[in-house]
T-cell receptor, first 117, second 113 residues
Framework: GDSVTQMEGPVTLSEEAFLTINCTYT??????LFWYVQYPGEGLQLLLK?????DKGSNKGFEATYRKETTSFHLEKGSVQVSDSAVYFC????????????????FGKGTKLTVNP | DAGITQSPRHKVTETGTPVTLRCHQT?????MYWYRQDPGHGLRLIHY???????DKGEVSDGYSVSRSKTEDFLLTLESATSSQTSVYFC????????????FGPGTRLTVL
């Protein structure tokens, strides 16, 4: 079945450091890929997404490129801030659905990021 | 804002009691989902719904049932709560089959003693 593997956390960085959180996936077909962020005490929010190979998703200084050849969707940010402290989830959704409808998301286990001043 | 609310936001109950969690949305979105979040597991799908009275099981559906009698409400029921069901429960919606993104509610923290 479909699966997502992301790097184990926690990750602790100093402010203005470079961030990479690795994510690889296994899926049939051509899934859409997502990064969600969860701030303390809140639900998940979409951070960025990419729907086909070589697409780059970006938002709030974060970027991730859909790499079909390496089945990866690594999250990067050039200079993190204290406010980026959160849990980050990589996820995929396959487009094909026998019901012809919206398919469920498959999540990685999450990576907790702490950014210190 | 996808207009999703969950109730209650926090609940403590005892083993063996029934519990119902409610997800309410204001936008008449078709697809709704229930997930649970546990440390080391990320989010796992419990049940989902394609519309009124149209539901299906996810990967961790044992011990849970759902109902959707109105578009705006998706209820998750634990018929007889167990300590292994202590978790944070999230509801999510997708507006339609053309939309990839799921939008999440604020979550319900359930503790089963």
């Amino acid at each position: 079945g479909d699966s997502v593997t992301q790097m184990e956390g926690p990750v602790t960085l100093s402010e203005e450091a470079f961030l990479t959180i690795n994510c690889t996936y296994t899926a049939t077909g051509y899934p859409s890929l997502f990064w969600y962020v969860q701030y303390p005490g809140e639900g998940l929010q979409l951070l960025l997404k990419a729907t086909k190979a070589d697409d780059k998703g970006s938002n709030k200084g974060f970027e991730a490129t859909y790499r079909k050849e390496t089945t990866s969707f690594h999250l990067e940010k050039g200079s993190v801030q204290v406010s980026d402290s959160a849990v980050y989830f990589c996820a995929l959704k396959n487009k094909v659905n026998s019901r012809g409808g919206s398919e469920k998301l498959v999540f990685g286990k999450g990576t907790k990021l702490t950014v210190n001043p | 804002d996808a207009g999703i609310t969950q109730s209650p936001r926090h609940k403590v109950t005892e083993t063996g009691t029934p519990v119902t969690l409610r997800c309410h949305q204001t936008e008449n979105h078709r697809y709704m989902y229930w997930y649970r979040q546990d440390p080391g597991h990320g989010l796992r799908l419990i049940h989902y719904s394609y519309g009124v009275k149209d539901t299906d099981k996810g990967e961790v559906s044992d011990g849970y049932s759902v109902s959707r009698s109105k578009t705006e409400d998706f209820l998750l029921t634990l018929e007889s709560a167990t300590s292994s069901q202590t978790s944070v429960y999230f509801c999510a919606i997708t507006p339609d089959f053309l939309t990839d993104t799921q939008y999440f509610g604020p979550g319900t923290r359930l503790t089963v003693l």
